[in-house]
């Protein structure tokens, strides 16, 4: 890809909100660094725009794009809502990358901490936007907040895994003027029966409770049954699903281990539990 281009795909993601579209354009080793964050590099970099996206609600506009085969630059403006006051921010950014084998492996962002801070923090920054301790504890603030973020990223990443494992996808969709969670996946007994349980205190009361009696040993197997009458008999080792009342125990529709339903289970609560 022409690196101009690459520049026009990485704030086209950016305006999009779409932060895989972003860190695509990153090399594996990417180095960034802004007045705000300071150095970043490898998988910091990119889950910062992660973190930024998934947290603020923001309006891009870049110009001037130019790009060699080894460097290039942009001047790009955001306007957002600063969330820790309320403030509306308008800033303006000129932007220095380096390429290497049609990937951003440097990209450094310059603009006026002062201004910055002025419309950030008003009177307060106005004051003390041009001081390096005022500086060093944004720095701190947004340096914390990402290690929040990517403290929560490794705790789901073994759900992540179960959810390819099974190539299960959670999404949201409209039916008849409402939005419904659902799951979708090549295993329909699963989803069937999952998607009968759309509710945390149904899934933690009617699902976990039992997995877990079974998992600790105090219930040698339970069979639970859907209102869309899925069978899931739930043993130490496996799980199995049954479509039919008349079902042949011998002849599951589908099985997993167990210890991977709870898995999908928690991954379904998390999904059904935010809003």
Not at 38 to 55: D, F, Q, V
Not at 58 to 63: C, E, G, L, R
Not at 135 to 144: C, D, G, I, P
């Amino acid at each position: 890809m022409d690196n101009a281009l690459l520049i026009q795909k990485f704030y086209n993601s950016f305006a999009a909100g779409d932060s895989a579209g972003m860190v695509d354009c990153y090399a594996d080793d990417i180095e960034f660094q802004d007045p705000a964050f300071g150095p970043l590099k490898g998988e910091h970099a990119k889950n910062m725009w992660r973190m930024l996206l998934k947290t603020l609600g923001i309006n891009i506009t870049v110009s001037n794009i130019k790009a060699d085969d080894q460097t290039g630059s942009a001047d790009w403006v955001a306007e957002y809502i600063f969330s820790l006051t309320g403030k509306k921010v308008v800033n303006k950014v000129h932007a220095d990358f380096i390429f290497n084998n049609g990937k951003i492996i440097r990209h450094t962002d310059y603009f006026s901490f002062w201004k910055w801070a002025s419309q950030a923090f008003s009177f307060k920054g106005i004051l003390l936007g041009w001081t390096p301790l005022m500086k060093n504890k944004v720095r701190e603030q947004a340096l914390a907040r990402l290690g929040k973020f990517e403290n929560e990223i490794n705790k789901l990443k073994p759900q992540n895994a179960i959810l390819n494992k099974y190539k299960i996808q959670f999404t949201n969709e409209e039916f008849l003027g409402r939005y419904h969670k659902l799951i979708r996946s090549p295993n329909l007994p699963l989803d069937m029966f999952l998607e009968d349980y759309n509710g945390a205190n149904l899934i933690q009361e009617f699902v976990l409770s039992y997995l877990n009696s079974v998992l600790l040993g105090e219930e040698e197997e339970v069979t639970l049954v859907s209102q869309t009458v899925i069978f899931v008999r739930i043993t130490f080792n496996l799980t199995y699903f049954y479509q039919d009342f008349d079902y042949n125990i011998e002849k599951p529709d589908f099985l997993l281990p167990t210890l991977d339903f709870k898995q999908i289970v928690e991954a379904w609560l998390n999904y059904v539990s935010t809003k």
